[in-house]
């Protein structure tokens, strides 16, 4: 039960902080928000780090360097997938698959799954669809090219998740600190590129631009206890059951919408929360 908690309050911690990169992504480029992101959880590990005990073993550094590179992946592909839109069909379509790929896998290494976690893995990912589903007055569908993004998206988190579980028990929060310097290195490369192009193309910066930037720290924050609260659940718990609960992520951001900017629920919305209470408290007695 203490890693389904552990993993469900990390979940609500990443809603939260995509739901102020979206509002920074209204000022900034989205990748500049992940960047400046990155770079603000690598700053905030490194003392923690040193602080905190560890054991810095060179699997530690390579399977957190790796879910960095990944992540990067993840994110770049996450981004494009939504710019093709539409984002009430890509985004949970990443959220599921960022689930199915670490459940597999951890069936794969052997976990074995309880009837009850099965039937609240499979209720979990119903409600993220479900919870992520904006339908407006006119539904577009999805392109190819849309698809075929948010399905690499989500194969990236999904590995990510499991290059993660892979570091050892005993690291602490080394792997999160080279997976936060990783990304934040490659993203900062992609930053400077679009940049450089902007400035030969006279691309001016939106307005507000300062106000994103000002965000996107704080979007680090949050990501750096939402991961710090993932790496926990997964260490103390099944890979399968932690991903499942982590991608109900969705839950937190139509939360914080609907309280904050006054956005209203759809009555799917609605079944997608109550089935996502019900999954989690299936996978927390299974």
Same mark, same amino acid.
């Given at each position: 039960?203490?890693?389904?908690? =552990?993993?469900?309050?990390?979940?609500?911690? $990443?809603?939260?902080?995509?739901?102020?990169?979206?509002?920074?992504?209204? *000022?900034?480029?989205?990748? &500049?928000?992940?960047?400046?992101?990155?770079?603000?959880?690598?700053?905030?590990?490194?003392?923690?780090?040193?602080?905190?005990?560890?054991?810095?073993?060179?699997?530690?550094?390579?399977?957190?360097?790796?879910?960095? #590179?990944?992540?990067?992946? +993840?994110?770049?592909?996450? $981004?494009?997938?939504?710019?093709?839109?539409?984002?009430? =069909?890509?985004?949970?379509?990443?959220?599921?698959?960022?689930?199915?790929?670490?459940?597999?896998?951890?069936?794969?290494?052997?976990?074995?799954?309880?009837?009850?976690?099965?039937?609240? =893995?499979?209720?979990?990912?119903?409600?993220?669809?479900?919870?992520?589903?904006?339908?407006? /007055?006119?539904?577009?569908?999805?392109?190819? @090219?849309?698809?075929?993004? +948010?399905?690499?998206?989500?194969?990236? =988190?999904?590995?990510? !998740?499991?290059?993660? %579980? @892979? #570091?050892? %028990? %005993?690291?602490? !929060?080394?792997?999160?600190?080279?997976? &936060?310097?990783?990304?934040?290195?490659?993203?900062?490369?992609?930053?400077?590129?679009?940049?450089?192009?902007?400035? *030969?193309?006279?691309?001016?910066? &939106?307005?507000?631009?300062?106000?994103?930037?000002?965000?996107?720290?704080?979007?680090?924050?949050? %990501? !750096?206890?939402?991961?710090?609260?993932?790496?926990?659940?997964? &260490?103390?718990?099944?890979?399968?059951?932690?991903?499942?609960?982590?991608?109900? $992520?969705?839950?937190?951001?139509?939360?914080?919408?609907?309280?904050?900017?006054? /956005?209203?629920?759809?009555?799917?919305?609605?079944?997608?929360?109550?089935?996502?209470?019900? +999954?989690?408290?299936?996978?927390?007695?299974?």
């Amino acid at each position: 039960m203490v890693p389904v908690l =552990i993993a469900l309050v990390g979940a609500l911690v $990443y809603g939260a902080g995509d739901f102020l990169g979206g509002i920074a992504s209204r *000022r900034i480029a989205a990748v &500049r928000v992940v960047a400046v992101s990155a770079v603000t959880g690598a700053i905030i590990l490194v003392p923690l780090s040193i602080v905190i005990e560890a054991e810095w073993s060179p699997e530690a550094v390579l399977w957190g360097a790796a879910s960095g #590179a990944a992540n990067s992946i +993840a994110i770049a592909l996450l $981004y494009a997938a939504l710019a093709v839109g539409p984002m009430s =069909i890509l985004s949970p379509l990443t959220a599921v698959l960022s689930a199915i790929v670490p459940v597999a896998a951890g069936v794969a290494m052997g976990e074995e799954l309880s009837p009850l976690a099965i039937v609240g =893995i499979l209720l979990a990912l119903i409600a993220t669809v479900l919870v992520g589903l904006v339908r407006g /007055e006119k539904a577009v569908q999805p392109k190819l @090219r849309g698809l075929l993004l +948010a399905t690499g998206s989500g194969l990236a =988190i999904g590995v990510v !998740l499991i290059l993660l %579980d @892979r #570091a050892p %028990d %005993d690291s602490g !929060l080394v792997p999160l600190l080279f997976n &936060r310097a990783t990304s934040g290195l490659l993203l900062t490369v992609v930053v400077v590129v679009l940049a450089f192009v902007g400035l *030969r193309r006279g691309v001016a910066l &939106r307005e507000g631009w300062r106000g994103g930037l000002l965000l996107a720290p704080l979007c680090g924050l949050f %990501d !750096l206890v939402a991961n710090s609260l993932m790496l926990a659940a997964l &260490r103390t718990g099944e890979l399968g059951v932690t991903s499942v609960v982590v991608a109900l $992520y969705p839950v937190g951001t139509v939360i914080l919408a609907a309280t904050v900017l006054k /956005e209203r629920l759809s009555p799917v919305q609605w079944a997608g929360l109550g089935l996502a209470l019900v +999954a989690v408290a299936l996978l927390a007695l299974g």
